[in-house]
């Protein structure tokens, strides 16, 4: 068999080389390009990995169930008693199937929309009062908004301060993910986990509360949540902390995909108005869109993809091999971790001629018919792929069709987006928009 070619061994674990190149996300770009599909590479938490960013390649990996424990060891202080996240591999399918029940059902979808519509236009009104008044930061409101809807929709309770619970949750990742990804800095080292655990502690927590407060008010959709997990063997710990993983999951992957979008919209005027006057005509003089409307918005849904494809909310994903494998004759022996490098795959221009370019085009039928399956995870692949998926993107495309009915998006002059690694792929210095109102009727 032929070697897996990759980078030098240093001996440490990558930190290095992930840090010249300005994290794992961008590192992985680096490492495909230069040393083709299958890279042999250094990472915190193994001994080493396989990184494959070829679709089909793709495919022979994808029905591993098994996660890289070391690897995911960052996610152990939100995890006290394990969760849907880090279960090993035979806990982990009956639970699966008890969120999907929850969150993957077109029903459920339908009859949670106009809670989640109420939502969604009242971010359009604190907006469209803001017009004028200077640049909005996207990330922070969107994410804010997309843990309100999770909360409603899956635990029947909002949140008193969701922008609290936002920083929080970047305290807490920042610091852990840090651990692995950064040299530690002896100076700073007490107080940042100092401050770390106290965010932890306000985040179960309030979790806590938001499970009591949907118990004691009777709201039949917290008991249903908390009872398909308990059906699936959850300890009231497990609960806690599957919910608390369902709201992070949710609340990042959800903003950022919207914040990416308007980003490049704003930057790409002609396709923001084929996108605007799609809105127009299928809404007509309705300012929000119904359930069935969603499947009119094509062009919009486009975007929203070529968006994720450009920007994946999580940028990558991990499994541990529990055969030995043979891939483009490469021997992958059993135990070995498979680094899904999701960006990298989503910039492979075998797959996505002139990948950089921003064209929602590629999404049409027969341009998606013409790849491979793989070619196109934004929420992963397999038994570990993202359980609430089809929510988000019913979620990201009632936001996105509500803000562009109500608003105009031009960037704010002077202001640089940049990419980097926070968990999700995040805005280094957030996204800042000026924000124009459009007429609420045509």
Same mark, same amino acid.
């Given at each position: 068999?032929?070697?897996?070619?990759?980078?030098?061994?240093?001996?440490?674990?990558?930190?290095?080389?992930?840090?010249?190149?300005?994290?794992?996300?961008?590192?992985?770009?680096?490492?495909?390009?230069?040393?083709?599909?299958?890279?042999?590479?250094?990472?915190?938490?193994? %001994?080493?990995?396989?990184?494959?960013?070829?679709?089909?390649?793709?495919?022979?990996?994808?029905?591993?169930?098994?996660?890289?424990?070391?690897?995911?060891?960052?996610?152990?202080?939100?995890?006290?008693?394990?969760?849907?996240?880090?279960?090993?591999?035979?806990?982990?399918?009956?639970?699966?199937?008890?969120? $999907?029940?929850?969150?993957?059902?077109?029903?459920?979808?339908?009859?949670?929309?106009?809670?989640?519509?109420?939502?969604?236009?009242?971010?359009? %009104?604190?907006?469209?009062?803001?017009?004028?008044?200077?640049?909005?930061?996207?990330? #922070?409101?969107?994410?804010?908004?997309?843990?309100?809807?999770?909360?409603?929709?899956?635990?029947?309770?909002?949140?008193?301060?969701?922008?609290?619970?936002?920083?929080?949750?970047?305290?807490?990742?920042?610091?852990?993910?840090?651990?692995?990804?950064?040299?530690?800095?002896?100076?700073?080292?007490?107080?940042?986990? #100092?401050?770390?655990?106290?965010?932890?502690?306000?985040?179960?927590?309030?979790?806590?509360?938001?499970?009591?407060?949907?118990?004691?008010?009777?709201?039949?959709?917290?008991?249903?949540?908390?009872?398909?997990?308990?059906?699936?063997?959850?300890?009231?710990?497990?609960?806690?902390?599957?919910?608390?993983? @369902?709201?992070?999951?949710?609340?990042?992957?959800?903003?950022?995909?919207?914040?990416?979008?308007?980003?490049?919209?704003?930057?790409?005027?002609?396709?923001?108005?084929?996108?605007?006057?799609?809105?127009?005509?299928? $809404?007509?003089?309705?300012?929000?869109?119904?359930?069935? %409307?969603?499947?009119?918005?094509?062009? $919009?849904?486009?975007?929203?993809?070529?968006?994720?494809?450009?920007?994946?909310?999580?940028?990558?994903?991990?499994?541990?091999?529990?055969?030995?494998?043979?891939?483009?004759?490469?021997?992958?022996?059993?135990?070995?971790?498979?680094?899904?490098?999701?960006?990298?795959?989503?910039?492979?221009?075998?797959?996505?001629?002139?990948?950089?370019?921003?064209?929602?085009?590629?999404?049409?039928?027969?341009?998606?018919?013409?790849?491979?399956?793989?070619?196109?995870?934004?929420?992963?692949?397999?038994?570990?792929?993202?359980?609430?998926?089809?929510?988000?993107?019913?979620?990201?495309?009632?936001?996105?069709? @509500?803000?562009?009915?109500?608003?105009?998006?031009?960037?704010?002059?002077?202001?640089?987006?940049?990419?980097?690694?926070?968990?999700? $792929?995040?805005?280094?210095?957030?996204?800042?928009?000026?924000?124009?109102?459009?007429?609420?009727?045509?």
């Amino acid at each position: 068999m032929s070697v897996i070619p990759g980078p030098p061994v240093r001996g440490d674990g990558g930190l290095h080389d992930i840090a010249t190149a300005g994290g794992l996300h961008a590192y992985q770009l680096r490492l495909h390009a230069e040393y083709g599909p299958v890279v042999r590479f250094e990472l915190p938490g193994t %001994d080493s990995a396989v990184s494959i960013a070829d679709p089909v390649l793709l495919e022979a990996t994808a029905g591993v169930n098994k996660r890289p424990e070391e690897l995911f060891e960052f996610l152990a202080p939100l995890c006290e008693a394990g969760n849907l996240q880090t279960l090993p591999a035979d806990e982990h399918t009956p639970w699966r199937r008890a969120v $999907l029940s929850l969150l993957a059902g077109r029903r459920s979808h339908e009859a949670h929309f106009p809670g989640l519509t109420a939502l969604a236009d009242r971010l359009a %009104d604190r907006w469209a009062k803001q017009a004028g008044e200077g640049p909005v930061e996207l990330q #922070k409101d969107l994410s804010a908004l997309s843990l309100r809807m999770i909360c409603q929709y899956a635990l029947g309770n909002g949140l008193h301060d969701p922008d609290k619970v936002v920083t929080a949750f970047e305290v807490v990742l920042t610091e852990y993910l840090g651990r692995q990804y950064q040299p530690a800095d002896p100076g700073t080292e007490e107080r940042r986990r #100092k401050r770390a655990q106290e965010a932890l502690t306000y985040l179960r927590a309030t979790v806590n509360d938001v499970l009591a407060s949907g118990r004691q008010d009777g709201n039949t959709l917290a008991p249903a949540l908390v009872t398909a997990l308990v059906a699936a063997g959850m300890s009231p710990a497990r609960v806690r902390d599957t919910v608390l993983m @369902i709201m992070l999951a949710a609340h990042h992957t959800t903003g950022v995909a919207v914040s990416w979008t308007l980003h490049l919209l704003s930057r790409h005027p002609a396709e923001a108005e084929r996108v605007t006057a799609e809105v127009d005509e299928v $809404l007509s003089d309705r300012v929000a869109p119904e359930y069935a %409307d969603l499947k009119r918005l094509t062009r $919009l849904q486009m975007a929203l993809k070529e968006s994720m494809r450009l920007y994946p909310p999580g940028p990558y994903g991990a499994r541990e091999t529990t055969e030995d494998l043979v891939l483009a004759g490469y021997e992958i022996p059993t135990g070995t971790t498979i680094f899904y490098p999701f960006w990298a795959v989503h910039m492979n221009p075998r797959y996505w001629p002139d990948p950089e370019t921003f064209n929602p085009g590629r999404f049409t039928p027969g341009q998606v018919a013409g790849r491979p399956r793989y070619a196109y995870i934004p929420f992963g692949l397999g038994p570990r792929s993202c359980e609430g998926a089809s929510l988000a993107m019913v979620e990201a495309e009632l936001v996105l069709a @509500i803000l562009l009915r109500r608003l105009r998006f031009q960037p704010a002059s002077g202001h640089d987006v940049v990419p980097v690694e926070r968990f999700v $792929l995040w805005a280094a210095d957030g996204i800042h928009m000026n924000l124009t109102p459009r007429p609420a009727t045509r």
